[in-house]
């Protein structure tokens, strides 16, 4: 018996699609992708649910490998802002002001975004983690969580102990549809005694790491003024890297720096549109790629984006980096989508995650191929990188289980949340 069967379907897996196929799942797991047409009637009949689709094209889900998602609370509120000055004369102060209630409904808000952007995982760095991990449960999607922990906040302490709690609690939850993280949130926030502290509570329970490093030049110079070393090197030296990281931006970065990333199983969080509109700088991405180092993609939080749409993510991947270095192989569209797909799912840990194949989790979006901008369909990978729109994700699957059905979410109320978020305008109000 299987679970769940999407039959008269096209399944993008790997660089290849397979028209006319039918995908077998069961337990939340790609069981069998079907081409016999035999084979199709005799699962249909052992299948708990069918769904038919037609004019859809299968792929993996995109996966967010670094965001703040309860941040969609501040889509458009301030703006045209470098990194710092956003952080700490508009950001910070405007989130001293949150509670549970909001990130409650700042975390629908953007799950909301992601499913119907066909985001099917996220990696989320902040903080009142238990009700984000909540509405992770509650929605379906895969989360891997890190409470965001800065040393010179007045709960830094209270911080480290809460995010030991959340990875107790939560870490494995669901067959490890949820996963948590410890999250030091950078180099200026994060002194050294306090990432001592940090890499000793790693150790103790066994959670990963999931840092900003190395995101600004000013970043990178400070620590160079204070240390002699870069952000990475320092880290390294710390210790940090001692069963690898997920370490968000290396926007820069020095060949050294590759090295000890390529060599302690660093991974990357590229982050190109919240690196562009924070006037950060763009990535060595190529670079970092040729030297081994596994590098996902991430849209940060929306209000630095202002969005959580991934696809945006896989475009931008592909394309600036040609302009950069005049090179149009810089990135080719297979790359950067499998960035936004099987690479993210490496970087967060997952090795069976992010392709369309046997044995492989299922999170799987259908998306309306039957459109105007999808024809001719000489190739479906060069499609979703340069020509779809993340609105042509018409259903969605995680974890085996349908979260959204033709454009219909069926674990969020979002009338409820849409009336919660103009609620929380208001409380927020402005600068
Ligand atoms: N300071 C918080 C915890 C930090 S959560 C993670 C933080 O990352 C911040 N953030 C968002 N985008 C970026 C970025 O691009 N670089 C650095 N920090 C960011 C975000 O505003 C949030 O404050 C506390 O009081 O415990
Ligand atoms: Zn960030």
Redesign the pocket.
């Known amino acids: 018996m299987y679970d769940l069967l999407i039959k008269n379907i096209d399944v993008l897996s790997n660089d290849t699609t397979i028209n006319h196929a039918a995908i077998a799942i069961q337990d939340g797991y790609i069981k069998f992708i079907f081409t016999n047409k035999q084979d199709i009637v005799k699962a249909t009949a052992e299948s708990t649910e069918v769904l038919d689709g037609k004019g859809q094209l299968a792929a993996p889900g995109l996966i967010n490998t670094h965001t703040?998602i309860a941040?969609g609370l501040f889509r458009n509120y301030a703006d045209d802002l470098e990194?710092m000055d956003w952080?700490q004369n508009a950001?910070?102060p405007t989130?001293a002001k949150l509670n549970d209630h909001y990130v409650k409904y700042g975390t629908q808000l953007g799950i909301a975004e992601m499913l119907r952007s066909g985001t099917t995982t996220f990696s989320d760095?902040?903080?009142f983690m238990n009700t984000t991990a909540e509405e992770v449960k509650s929605s379906g999607i895969r989360a891997v969580l890190s409470?965001?922990?800065?040393g010179v906040?007045p709960?830094a302490n209270q911080?480290l102990v809460e995010n030991a709690d959340l990875y107790r609690t939560w870490h494995g939850f669901d067959n490890h549809r949820i996963k948590v993280l410890l999250?030091p949130?950078?180099p200026y926030?994060c002194p050294d005694d306090y990432m001592e502290k940090v890499i000793a509570l790693s150790k103790e329970i066994g959670a990963g790491i999931h840092m900003?490093l190395s995101?600004t030049k000013g970043e990178v110079e400070n620590v160079i003024k204070a240390t002699g070393k870069t952000p990475i090197a320092h880290m390294h030296d710390l210790g940090l890297f001692y069963n690898g990281a997920l370490a968000?931006?290396c926007v820069h970065v020095t060949p050294e720096d590759m090295e000890i990333m390529a060599e302690n199983n660093v991974a990357v969080a590229h982050?190109p549109q919240?690196n562009l509109k924070?006037a950060s700088g763009i990535a060595p991405v190529p670079e970092m790629i040729a030297k081994g180092i596994t590098v996902g993609l991430g849209t940060?939080?929306s209000?630095?984006n202002n969005n959580a749409d991934m696809l945006e993510e896989v475009r931008l991947a592909a394309t600036l980096h040609k302009a950069r270095l005049y090179d149009p192989k810089a990135i080719p569209a297979q790359a950067a989508w499998n960035m936004g797909t099987v690479e993210g799912a490496k970087a967060l840990g997952y090795h069976d995650l992010g392709v369309l194949q046997e044995g492989y989790r299922a999170d799987i979006v259908l998306y309306n191929a039957d459109q105007v901008h999808w024809m001719p369909r000489y190739n479906d990978v060069a499609a979703l990188a340069y020509s779809a729109n993340s609105s042509d994700a018409n259903t969605v699957i995680v974890n085996g289980k349908i979260l959204m059905k033709d454009r219909e979410l069926l674990t969020i109320d979002e009338e409820k949340l849409k009336a919660e978020i103009k609620n929380a305008q208001e409380f927020f109000g402005h600068l």
């Open positions: 703040h941040m990194l952080l950001i910070w989130e760095m902040y903080f409470r965001g922990l800065a906040s709960t911080a999250g949130h950078a926030t900003h995101e968000a931006h982050n919240s924070l940060d939080g209000a630095s």
